[in-house]
């Protein structure tokens, strides 16, 4: 489903400066038309399959739905794509249509470092500039992350305004995009912001649904009963979403970070929360954490799930009800993690372990013959001084002061 004007009911919409406002509709144009450019699909394919690894598989849980003894569960395993999650598709897509508009340099934000990561490697890749702005906190508890697009060549700027998270990184990459816009291209990574970028986004992502539909077609022979995905700003839900959006038999189901409490700064519950309401932030409208001057502090273990706002359509989606949105709290990701690395031999990404929780939790009220689709939309490893310090913080802490002592033992020499 496509805006209509930019906007999904009444979410959407484009709300920027004057100076925006003419690079936005060049975007929109460009985009309009090389998606329907043989040239340019034939690039994007060869890229999909030659650099990102698509197709991803599409993998049955059989040790996880034993042990739960419900619905069968199913993985599609987007953290199997160079990079390590689905991020990299919508940056391929961008950074393609970036460079066909003359564009040689790339912003980007990033919360969790996954969006950072992909715009980093795809630029390296076409030989664009990039510049990546991280909330101060998020780039703390996500530095591998910041190591790996360092080692891509991106500059990684932190941001020391607001919360120092992801939603202070959107707001600082609008400010410098608006100081150069000639050279310049911003490469937002979730399904939000002025139009077109949500359907730019929910475009580049959606072949995450048509891969699923696809591959679940070939071996099951119809529909999955249900999918779920984890949302933050939305762009691996929508991914997922879009393909199936007109089939009205298949449950959707949209799992929130519930962070460690129901206060104001304890979560990042946006549709399945009391605290949320409808402004225009940040150049478009949608449902916010917001006090109605600013946006309020949200919390999650995992630092890609606790954006104050969320993608109009999926907001639309919401409120329509063709999406249920439900949460996961912060030691329920971390279970989930333990578990299916227990009974799949996979480490999913904190993100995607919210939505693996509530698969854990649904399951075992189900019929057996019901079929349920997660979205794994990201692998564990960059989460691992977040993870470590949750399960085993002792032994962690050790190891870490043990490697202190011996890199300044080894410096010293």
């Known amino acids: 489903m496509k805006s209509k004007n930019g906007y999904f009911g009444q979410y959407g919409g484009a709300f920027v400066s004057q100076s925006l406002s003419p690079l936005l509709q060049e975007i929109e144009s460009n985009f309009k038309a090389y998606i329907q450019d043989d040239d340019f699909k034939n690039e994007l394919e060869c890229i999909q399959k030659n650099f990102i690894g698509r197709p991803t598989p ?127 291209y911003y490469l937002i990574g979730s399904a939000l912001g002025p139009a077109p970028y949500p359907d730019m986004v929910r475009e580049f992502q959606s072949i995450i649904g048509k891969e699923v539909k696809s591959q679940f077609l070939e071996r099951e022979h119809s529909l999955p009963d249900i999918i779920i995905a984890c949302v933050g700003g939305g762009s691996n839900s929508i991914g997922v979403f879009a393909e199936f959006l007109n089939d009205s038999e298949v449950e959707l189901i949209g799992v929130e970070a519930g962070g460690n409490g129901e206060h104001i700064g304890e979560h990042s519950l946006r549709m399945s929360g009391k605290d949320a309401s409808v402004g225009c932030i940040q150049g478009y409208k949608s449902f916010f954490l917001h006090d109605g001057d600013s946006l309020l502090p949200t919390h999650s273990i995992s630092a890609g799930l606790d954006y104050a706002g969320i993608g109009p359509q999926l907001a639309f989606l919401g409120e329509t009800g063709r999406i249920k ?47 349920i689709v997660v979205n794994i939309s990201g692998r564990g490893d960059k989460d691992i001084f977040i993870t470590s310090k949750a399960i085993a913080s002792e032994e962690w802490s050790e190891f870490l002061s043990e490697e202190i002592n011996r890199i300044n033992t080894q410096n010293a020499v």
């Open 58 to 184: 599409l993998l049955y849980a059989e040790n996880l739905t034993k042990h739960l003894n419900g619905a069968k569960i199913y993985f599609k395993l987007e953290c199997l794509t160079n990079t390590g999650a689905h991020k990299i598709n919508n940056a391929v897509g961008q950074a393609l249509l970036a460079k066909r508009m003359g564009k040689k340099r790339i912003i980007a934000e990033t919360g969790a470092g996954q969006h950072g990561i992909a715009t980093a490697c795809i630029c390296a890749r076409l030989g664009l500039d990039c510049e990546i702005y991280m909330g101060r906190i998020d780039m703390e508890r996500q530095r591998p992350n910041v190591f790996w697009m360092e080692m891509f060549g991106a500059k990684v700027i932190p941001v020391d305004k607001g919360t120092k998270t992801l939603t202070d990184a959107v707001d600082e990459a609008f400010r410098v995009w608006e100081t150069r816009t000639e050279d310049t």
């Open 325 to 371: 949105f439900t949460k996961a709290m912060d030691n329920e990701a971390i279970n989930a993690i333990k578990l299916t690395a227990k009974c799949e031999g996979i480490v999913p990404a904190l993100e995607s372990s919210h939505a693996i929780a509530e698969a854990i939790r649904i399951a075992p009220t189900l019929d057996p013959a019901k079929r």
